[in-house]
């Protein structure tokens, strides 16, 4: 067993859906009935095993346990410290009252869920009220650490922070700030570092994201003062405050200052520089995330350990990581057979991240001669990237160079308005979808026989035709206003098109978890962005042949297209957005020609994106608007562009969605009681607005009666004239049932709404 000071090779968290996306198949199963919590325990277990078992091999000697989770880490933290609101406490059964909090269930709303950080992983966000009382509920980290040390491996729990607990959380019911709680869970921290002790952990990790952040006032002060109150505890073992997704700043040096005994930087996002301005670093364990674990290019392992040598001076002792948890990104390139020599020599994944990580640490500590030919595979698979041409297509940099402000910008949007009114003839209170309906098992099948050969493509096509019609034809049913064609033929909003533009890579089985059992396949951004076809023109197209209501083109916004995929490192963010800006223009202009006459262009991770520091904020702002306004502004005004966005704190970014100035905005406001709407108001939002009357992610079905509600707070916020009514988000992962009879009471609420303003 390595010294419990001076380990030298982690990683700060990983991945846990299973390889095979086991723990997401396990999980649904029990939803539906199909297996019992004992079953879904024992695909957990061998998933924690397996990834301890990993980790061993390759070499680790301090291992992350406790990052395990059914649905989400800071419902899991809400479950240890005894602040799962109260609403759920009527559920005896513990697993399925887990659940509930995650999901809702058909009498219970779910907790309100949100981006993690800049990240496409959804956290539950923390219900702080005045009668929410803290206590100690240990056991799932005690087990899972008593599991891995049976294992052999060298655990360190891993467990969220109190300030980012807090930070993250809402006031509900009449409480105060959650941060004003602070002295109070300090306590219960306590209590569960003197349980770890006693168990035998030798380190505990703390996760404090948030001090990367400017997101409150005053952290570098909560963090003296929160971890000299732990550091001086007695009965405790070390403690790691582990930062990432940004530099530290001024909570680095804080930290420093505190008796606690090591903490993990992120060098992937941060600075080694400003390590060797805090002397009191050289008295402590420094974690080095050198190794970038949320994005998929290989380390340049030369540059890596040059890195590394400038802090060996600057700290106490030193160990190499990735700079945040693997969760972010698949699990093994191994798994991924269709990738040409250049480009997978270009990729690590987790395996060949935790590769990296042990090279490094080997390199630091017995010299870079013995690992001499992993250095020499790194720079020649590195080389090969500095001049491959699909890197840099001269056309589309030159279109781009050529764009002025006018092509940014549409006319007068109340001119807009009238003109799309007497073209589209709509009711009061429009109603609509945001775009996918219930991805259906005959849908998956038809999807996996063309892959497996099967079916050709002009069977899969029939297949999607049918399925088009039937949703038209039951939207028609319904009573809904404005159709869609319910994206059948999509696999995923953003690897459907990055499978038909040039410059990306899409993998078969590089998974990576989004919320829950949610799990997506990022495509891979390495190239210059061209759009060689029309996408989406043909189906758009038959859709609406079948009907005479209007039915939306549906496209991904380009920082969405952006945000949820693994993007190119060799040039700034900006640019690669305006290259999509420009593929998504087009298809923009195509559909208008072929007689559509509402567009959706969804931008549901335009917050996502928001850097975690105030300074850097309104560059972002400003290019991403821009990218959105250059993809929407090709087409007339008669032509009603839509966007779509979901599931963030909206708060920052107002500003910018009334910049996006898109003649309606549909927005999620089902979980968060319509406050985004007030939000808009106050920023002078003037243009269509359509807030999320149902919560999509829950599988309850409301009333129409509380849709009639959601309603009436809507029309106190909003003229009738400019509402909108709709679900939060799309109804792909949605069953038809459930699908149909939210639905049908959404377009009861809105007849009920209309005749009340009649």
């Known amino acids: 067993m390595s010294d419990p000071q001076t380990f030298t090779t982690t990683v700060i968290g990983t991945a846990r859906i299973g390889r095979n996306r086991e723990l997401k198949r ?26 301890t078992a990993d980790l061993i091999a390759a070499g680790f000697d301090s291992i992350p346990v406790n990052t395990f989770s059914y649905y989400d880490q800071m419902l899991d933290t809400a479950v240890l410290l005894g602040a799962v609101p109260s609403r759920y406490s009527g559920i005896a059964d513990e697993l399925d009252r887990y659940f509930a909090a995650a999901r809702g269930n058909a009498e219970l709303t779910p907790m309100e869920m949100t981006k993690w950080f800049d990240t496409n992983y959804h956290y539950l966000v923390p219900e702080i009220g005045a009668d929410t009382s803290f206590s100690l509920h240990p056991e799932k980290v005690l087990a899972e650490f008593a599991e891995a040390t049976a294992q052999g491996a060298t655990a360190r729990p891993v467990v969220i922070g109190p300030i980012t607990f807090l930070a993250l959380a809402k006031a509900v019911d009449g409480g105060p700030a959650p941060l004003s709680r602070l002295d109070e869970l300090v306590e219960v921290y306590a209590e569960l570092l003197a349980a770890l002790a006693d ?23 909560l963090a003296s003062s929160v971890y000299q109150r732990i550091g001086d505890l007695s009965a405790r073992p070390k403690i790691l405050v582990a930062t990432y997704f940004g530099d530290a700043g001024a909570s680095l040096g804080a930290l420093a200052g505190t008796p606690i005994e090591g903490i993990a930087v992120d060098l992937v996002r941060g600075s080694a520089e400003s390590i060797a301005a805090i002397p009191t670093l050289t008295r402590k364990h420094v974690v080095a995330g050198i190794v970038n674990g949320r994005n998929v290019w290989r380390t340049d392992l030369d540059a890596a350990l040059a890195t590394l040598g400038t802090l060996l001076g600057s700290v106490g002792s030193l160990a190499v990581s990735t700079s945040c948890s693997t969760l972010h990104v698949p699990y093994a390139l191994t798994a991924e057979a269709d990738i040409d020599d250049n480009l997978r020599g270009w990729l690590a994944f987790a395996d060949e991240k935790f ?49 002025t402000d006018s092509a940014i910008s549409r006319t007068n949007a109340n001119d807009r308005a009238v003109a799309q009114q007497a073209k589209l003839d ?91 059992s949610r799990c997506v396949r990022p495509p891979i951004l390495f190239g210059d962005v061209v759009r060689t076809a029309p996408m989406t023109v043909e189906w758009i197209s038959y859709a609406q042949s079948l009907t005479d209501k209007p039915v939306k083109g549906m496209l991904t916004g380009p920082v969405t297209i952006l945000a949820w995929s693994f993007v190119r490192d060799d040039q700034p963010r900006s640019a690669s957005a305006f290259q999509i800006a420009l593929a998504i223009r087009d298809e923009t ?42 993809s929407t502004s090709g087409v007339a005004d008669d032509t009603q562009v839509h966007t779509h966005l979901c599931y963030s704190e909206f708060g920052e970014v107002i500003g910018a969605i ?25 920023v002078g939002f003037s243009n269509g607005v359509g807030p999320g009357v149902y919560d999509i992610h829950s599988p309850r079905v409301p009333s129409t009666d509380e849709m009639t509600t959601s309603l009436q707070a809507a029309l106190k916020a909003v003229p009738a004239q400019r509402l909108w009514v709709n679900p939060d988000c799309g109804l792909k992962t949605r069953g038809t049932t459930e699908t149909v009879a939210s639905l049908t009471n959404l377009v009861a609420a809105a007849k009920a709404a209309r005749q009340s303003l009649a």
């Not at 396990?26 to 990834?51: N, P, Q």
């Not at 013995?370 to 020499?376: E, N, S, T, Y």
């Not at 309606?664 to 406050?675: G, K, L, Q």
Request: proline share 4%; hydrophobic share 45%; aromatic share 6%.
């Open 658 to 682: 009334a910049e996006l100035d898109a003649d309606v905005t549909s927005i999620e406001a089902a979980r968060s009681a319509m406050e985004v709407l007030h939000d808009l108001n106050q």
């Open 199 to 221: 168990a035998g952990a030798t380190w505990v990790q703390f996760d404090e994201p948030v001090l990367v952040t400017d997101i409150a006032d005053g952290l570098p002060e």
């Open 426 to 516: 709509l009711p009061l209170l429009p109603t609509t979808t945001i775009g996918s309906y219930p991805q259906t098992g005959e849908i998956r099948k038809a999807r996996a026989d063309l892959r497996l050969g099967n079916i050709d493509d002009a069977q899969y096509v029939d297949k999607m035709r049918q399925e088009i019609a039937d949703v038209v034809a039951l939207q028609e049913k319904i009573g809904l206003d404005v159709l869609v064609h319910g994206e059948p033929e999509r696999n995923d909003m953003v690897q459907y098109f990055a499978e038909q533009l040039d410059g990306f890579l899409s993998t078969q089985n590089a998974w990576v978890q989004s919320y829950g």
């Open 26 to 51: 396990a999980t649904e199963s029990y939803w539906a009935g199909h297996i019992d919590a004992a079953a879904l325990h024992d695909v957990a277990s061998t998933i924690r095993r397996d990834t």
């Open 355 to 403: 590769a990296e990580v042990a090279t490094l640490a080997t390199a630091l500590n017995k010299g870079r001669e013995v690992v001499a030919d992993h250095f020499a595979a790194s720079a020649a698979a590195l080389a090969t990237r500095a001049d491959d041409p699909r890197l840099n297509n001269a056309a589309v940099r030159e279109r781009l160079t050529a764009i």
């Open 589 to 630: 202009i195509d559909l208008e020609k072929a007689g559509i006459g509402v567009i959706q262009v969804d931008e549901p991770a335009l917050r996502e994106l928001l850097p975690l520091r105030n300074a850097d904020k309104t560059a972002y702002l400003r290019w991403a608007v821009d990218a959105f306004r250059l």
